[in-house]
């Protein structure tokens, strides 16, 4: 057997284990979501898509962040980004915080889901994400337990000093069995 065939019949041998994969991946992901179509019908979702502008930086000054069309530009400090609770919904209901984000530089930029009392008191975050070079889309989680004072919610995002940032988009997700 040639050395030309010997490769292209160890590419085909490679490409049809992986066909046998994907197949045998996708009859379990079938046979998972209609397991869980019952529990899915009877549970309720809201999410909202927030463009990176809506974020503030802190301080509000030009020289930590400036929001730019549909972006937050973030270059040093930090941002928030307030979560609107809809209407029939309490801050207890928010899942997770999905976030798109672009660093340009090596240091990673830091986020984290935080909750409230509106009325005073200490807040709580949830885990920490930090963020690679590139474009990243990833969630955060809010604290757990969830305090019961908390009333309001937002994503609080730590710019790496000296390196340009972008806060593309924020979608806070509720969910309610």
Not at 91 to 104: E, F, G, I, K, R
Not at 118 to 143: D, E, F, K, M, Q
Request: proline letters at 8%.
């Amino acid at each position: 057997m040639s050395e030309r065939h010997r490769i292209a019949s160890e590419w085909l041998r490679i490409k049809g284990r992986w066909t046998v994969k994907r197949a045998v991946v996708t009859q379990f992901l079938v046979a998972g979501l209609m397991m869980t179509a019952p529990t899915l019908a009877r549970a309720e979702t809201h999410a909202t898509v927030k463009n990176g502008a809506t974020c503030i930086p802190y301080p509000n000054e030009s020289y930590v962040g400036i929001a730019y069309l549909s972006w937050l530009w973030g270059f040093r400090d930090m941002a928030t980004c307030h979560v609107e609770i809809p209407n029939g919904w309490s801050v207890n209901q928010l899942s997770y915080m999905l976030y798109t984000v672009s660093q340009d530089g090596a240091s990673p930029m830091t986020i984290s889901l935080c909750v409230a009392n509106p009325y005073g008191g200490a807040h709580a975050c949830g885990s920490p994400r930090t963020t690679t070079p590139g474009l990243n889309i990833n969630w955060v989680a809010p604290p757990a337990p969830m305090p019961a004072a908390a009333g309001v919610a937002y994503l609080v995002i730590r710019f790496p000093h000296g390196e340009y940032s972008r806060v593309l988009q924020v979608i806070p997700v509720f969910y309610r069995p």
